[in-house]
């Protein structure tokens, strides 16, 4: 039985990546945590323990801090003179471990029972990501969408909290917001338009989802060798009603045309223009 975790790899938040976890959760052989914000991150919280664990000692952290009683702090291994780890290899080990812990905890759902492959997805750290796809076979789906749709969403999601959140600072305007933003933004979409889709690799953005829901839908079953189900995330959308910022999903495209001001569809244009074209979005 191969186990597989699949990684969702975002240009941002409020990029689809909800969606994406929903539609996972459809295939019989995926386990999901069905929980909104689909943001229960095993894989990165294991990642971070197996770091710290092969870290070199603080000195801060000591032996005697280990047993310390009613410390519930933890750090490195606290001893200097190790001779029966590898500490060069300690944390890619630990990862490992780690990971078969998290499937024989899945198999033992019985959600992924009499399958060739169990699959877990998560929206992980991006150090996680890195870490694990080094010393394992995952799947990385690659996520975009139109950053200026996404700067609305941010702006709508966060009116609807009453919270700024997505790095957006207190009297923070529009136009800086925007240029902050661009400069991940940048990075990513040119990582995207370089990248060769295999068997680890898949580029979807959030609009062809939109548009043609079932033609992607196939086309990602296909590549993950799992059947996906649209219709489970159409029937779900209620349970996730206080992420949505439109009544209707193709409602959520090409939003930035009408709601955009000149001035910011501007600077979008100053400070990825060429990546946007480079990806397929329009630049008019």
Known sequence: MKKIP????????????????????????????????????YLSYFDKAASIIGNDP???WTND??????NNLLGPIPYNDIE??????LSNELRKRFLNTLFDMIISKEKCLNEECIYYPEKATPQAIENYNNIALCKNIFLIRD?????????????????????????QSEADFIRELCVGFKQYLHHFSSIEEDERRFKIKYEDIIKEPYNETKRLSKWLGSELDYDFVLGNRSNVKQHLTTKEGDSSNLRWEKELSDELKSIFIENIGQELKNVGYKTY
């Open 6 to 41: 699949i990684f969702l790899r975002l240009i941002h938040g409020r990029c689809g990546s909800t969606l994406m976890m929903q539609l996972l959760s459809s295939g019989k052989n995926v386990y999901v945590d069905n929980k909104y914000p689909y943001e229960n991150r």
């Open 58 to 60: 603080l000195s801060t």
């Open 65 to 70: 801090s280990l047993i310390s009683e009613g």
């Open 84 to 89: 029966i780890f590898d500490k060069k290899n």
């Open 147 to 171: 950053p200026r749709d996404i700067f609305i969403s941010i702006r709508e999601f966060n009116k609807k909290r009453d919270f700024l959140g997505f790095g957006w600072k207190e009297k």
